[in-house]
């Protein structure tokens, strides 16, 4: 193991994903500004926010260069993360229909 | 530091095959600077933290009952006249993005040891960083006066306020230590402290960076722009 043999990698590819990063945040805006509604705006919101998660991840954080070691360390314990999600989701669903039978309105 | 480069040592099998190898091989599992290994641990304990945040204004947003304020109005601007929508969040979002830009150059230049440059870059990522905490500041300071509270707003679900409030001041809070941090990084550059150590410690304090920006990804598309 040596300290000087972090990541190098050549200068170019920073710049473009910098640019792609300006692109993408761009879009996201977009979506906002046109006013897109309903799925159409979910997808692209998601859409947009996984590639630039994506690119930041492997790109500047040099993860795609990185042993699967590392990688495993950081992408398996996040599975957690999304069974949280879906128990919190079913649950906040149903909050909200107890409370719909249950307000007085 | 020793570099031994015998079959069983070496890190260069790549896949499965190299990682059992790292895993189960007389020597240290994880291929990096102790202290970059710390701070991905770190990261990846504050992925969890901002997660359960962002979980828990899922939560309230799916069980609330009013609706929900229309952040598109509730954050637009008017600049010389013209209404945007969202204007301000959007500056705040390319400038954390240009941020992330000039540090991952700050990396590039500190490993082929043009400090002078490192130490420009690394200063000009905290001042974008400190730009983008006092537009925050003015955001909070905006939508207070106009009488949002944790507890209530005017624009419509009573837990617009906390969501906004704990996941926003939150990610400011670590904006404004990594500023802290890039600076403390850049005057120990710049005083030659690491002449001999090595530079990850501009790698290391660049994946604090990215990730920061990188949970600005995930609020700007789910508390803004949902």
């Known amino acids: ?105 | 530091m020793t570099a031994q480069s015998n079959e069983t040592t070496a890190y260069t099998e790549p896949g499965i095959k190299g990682m059992v190898s790292d895993w189960v091989g007389d020597k240290q599992v994880f291929d990096m600077p102790w202290g970059k290994l710390m701070m991905w641990l770190f990261l990846l304990s504050d992925t969890f933290i901002f997660s359960v945040f962002l979980t828990g204004y899922m939560n309230v947003r799916l069980s609330a009952t009013d609706s929900w304020p229309n952040t598109s109005e509730v954050f637009a601007l008017t600049i010389f006249g013209s209404h945007l929508p969202l204007v301000l969040i959007a500056i705040m979002t390319f400038i954390l993005i240009t941020s992330s830009g000039t540090m991952a150059m700050a990396v590039n230049f500190a490993y082929s040891g043009n400090k002078r440059v490192t130490v420009i870059l690394i200063t000009l990522t905290a001042i974008l960083g400190a730009s983008f905490v006092g537009m925050q500041a003015f955001e909070w300071s905006k939508l207070i006066e106009e009488g949002v509270r944790p507890w209530e707003n005017p624009f419509g679900a009573a837990q617009f306020g906390s969501a906004f409030f704990m996941i926003t001041g939150f990610h400011g809070l670590h904006v404004t230590g990594g500023v802290i941090y890039l600076l403390v990084v850049a005057r120990k550059v710049a005083r030659g402290d690491y002449d001999k150590k090595g530079y990850a410690i501009v790698e290391i304090v660049g994946l604090y960076w990215h990730f920061v920006d990188l949970v600005w990804v995930f609020i700007f598309a789910f508390f803004y722009l949902w």
């Open chain 1, 1 to 105: 193991m040596s300290e000087e043999a972090g990541q190098q990698h050549p200068i170019g590819i920073y710049l473009k994903i910098w640019l792609l990063l300006f692109v993408l945040s761009a879009f996201s805006y977009m979506v906002d500004f046109f006013q897109l509604q309903g799925y159409l705006r979910w997808t692209l919101i998601l859409v947009f926010m996984f590639l630039k998660a994506g690119l930041i991840l492997a790109i500047f954080m040099h993860v795609a260069w990185e042993r699967l070691s590392l990688q495993y360390v950081l992408f398996v314990p996040p599975i957690a993360l999304v069974v949280l999600v879906t128990l919190m989701a079913i649950e906040g669903d149903y909050t909200f229909l107890t409370r719909l039978d249950f307000f007085d309105r």
